[in-house]
């Protein structure tokens, strides 16, 4: 298994719409996660963090679920400019800890 | 605040030749990252260097890949005698340092392109 597992994707989706990734990972040690955003031939964008209560912004919702070891992001009211690639990032606590990535989420909102 | 530099954005070499790649991290970070990208593929951590320190290069090739993180300057990483199969995109992330979710938060430059021919 690996140790951070999303679904590439696409997901193809009209404006509007409300789309939900998740992210799974292997290692319940981990610590700290984030979302990052990845435009086609630009660097990775720190979308949000992702807090243990499950946090919000605009309109973008992240969650956390330590017993199924996954995390979701939620995207509500679609934009065009929201398509891009999304990418899970799970880091272990501890000594040399190391991000490991997920290799991301393909969205397409199309009108 | 500048972000985080990357240079070249674009790197062309023959094969055989060395690739230095730059990379200066946000004012006032002192852990540096260096992943790899591939065409369609995602991010492969290489290294994890602190100022004059490798903390982990789990991910670097055993050969003719290093890379160096001085007490003055930028980081660089360096691959010698390059082959087609290192065309790719590198990207570096810095960040503030460990403990917590803002000192662990990475902050991406914008790649160096390498191109080998």
């Known amino acids: 298994r690996k140790e951070v597992e999303q679904d590439p994707g696409p997901f193809n989706v009209p404006e509007g719409a409300t789309v939900a990734f998740n992210c799974t990972y292997s290692n319940s040690a981990s610590q700290s996660f984030f979302w990052y955003r990845q435009d086609c031939r630009k660097e990775p964008k720190l979308l949000m963090s992702?807090?243990?209560s499950g946090n919000e912004d605009g309109r973008f919702t992240a969650q956390l679920n330590r017993a199924s070891q996954y995390i979701s992001l939620l995207i509500r009211d679609s934009k065009l400019s929201d398509s891009a690639t999304y990418l899970c990032?799970?880091?272990?606590?501890?000594?040399?800890?190391?991000?490991?990535f997920g290799r991301g989420t393909s969205l397409i909102v199309h009108p | 605040n500048a972000g985080v530099m990357q240079n070249p954005r674009h790197l062309v070499r023959r094969r055989g030749q060395e690739a230095r790649l730059r990379c200066s991290p946000m004012k006032g970070h002192s852990h540096v990252y260096w992943y790899r990208q591939l065409p369609e593929e995602g991010l492969k951590f290489m290294v994890y260097l602190q100022k004059e320190n490798i903390i982990d290069e789990s991910g670097m090739p055993k050969e003719r890949f290093s890379a160096e993180f001085p007490k003055e300057g930028p980081s660089i990483l360096r691959i010698q005698q390059v082959v087609r199969g290192d065309s790719a995109a590198y990207f570096c992330?810095?960040?503030?340092?460990?403990?917590?979710?803002?000192?662990?938060?990475?902050?991406f430059g914008p790649g160096t392109r390498l191109l080998v021919l």
């Open positions: 992702v807090y243990s």
């Open positions: 990032v799970v880091n272990m606590a501890g000594g040399s800890y190391i991000p490991t």
């Open positions: 992330a810095s960040s503030p340092g460990l403990g917590g979710r803002e000192q662990e938060t990475q902050y």
